[in-house]
């Protein structure tokens, strides 16, 4: 089982450029997740996307846009690159259907330097 | 006030000292989750859980409902424990959304 799958491990993008982060599982889970986590600090939640066609902000989503694709990818893009959003990046899922919680499953994360 | 309160923030330790972490919440939970978080490594959940106790290896994690409280104990403490500790709950009102408590750094000396 190959879990949460999310690609790159690292990037580095210019300021003002733009890219996007994929996120994939095989757990057949229902909710996605975003979250950045800065230097010292917890994680903070950017997206979330309670089941397949939904999509909802999460705590800092300024300067993001995701796409819940299907059941399996979650997708975080960065339209227009600033400094402030290097941080790393990680995608989890879990199935949150009330008689069926599970646990979090997070992805190995994506350093981000924006420079 | 947060709604999620870890203690202690840091806390060091020699090699087989018993640790315990202690996370108390305001809110009504379907769920309380503890995870762990490696130097920059990546993040795993140790334990999900709703009612009781819970035991893996040397990691037993409790919760009391009616205090809104639970603890992670270790025992035989080693410094690949050595790690920050995160406690998160389910609130009953969202399922979907969890909210985090600000983890406890854990330093296990030789």
């Known amino acids: 089982n190959a879990g949460v799958t999310q690609t790159p491990k690292f990037q580095v993008l210019k300021t003002g450029q733009s890219m996007t982060l994929q996120c994939a599982q095989d757990m057949n889970h229902n909710s996605m997740y975003w979250y950045r986590q800065d230097p010292g600090m917890g994680l903070r939640l950017i997206y979330y996307?309670?089941?397949?066609?939904?999509?909802d902000k999460g705590e800092v989503p300024n300067g993001y846009n995701v796409s819940r694709l299907n059941k399996r990818e979650f997708s975080l893009r960065l339209e227009s690159a600033a400094p402030s959003q290097t941080s790393v990046y990680f995608c989890a899922s879990r199935d949150s259907r009330i008689l069926y919680n599970s646990p979090l499953h997070f992805g190995n994360g994506t350093r981000l330097t924006v420079t | 006030k947060n709604e999620v309160e870890q203690s202690p923030q840091n806390l060091t330790a020699q090699e087989g000292e018993f640790i315990t972490i202690n996370c108390s919440y305001s809110?009504?939970?379907?769920?309380l989750h503890w995870l762990q978080q490696h130097p920059g490594g990546g993040i795993v959940s140790l334990f999900m859980?709703?009612?009781?106790?819970k035991k893996h290896g040397r990691l037993i994690a409790t919760i009391n409902i009616q205090e809104k409280h639970s603890s992670l104990h270790i025992t035989a403490s080693h410094p690949r424990d050595s790690a920050v500790y995160i406690c998160a709950v389910s609130s009953m009102d969202s399922n979907y959304q969890l909210i985090w408590g600000a983890g406890t750094k854990l330093i296990i000396k030789p």
């Open positions: 859980l709703s009612s009781g106790k």
């Open positions: 996307s309670a089941s397949e066609g939904t999509t």
């Open positions: 809110v009504g939970i379907s769920a």
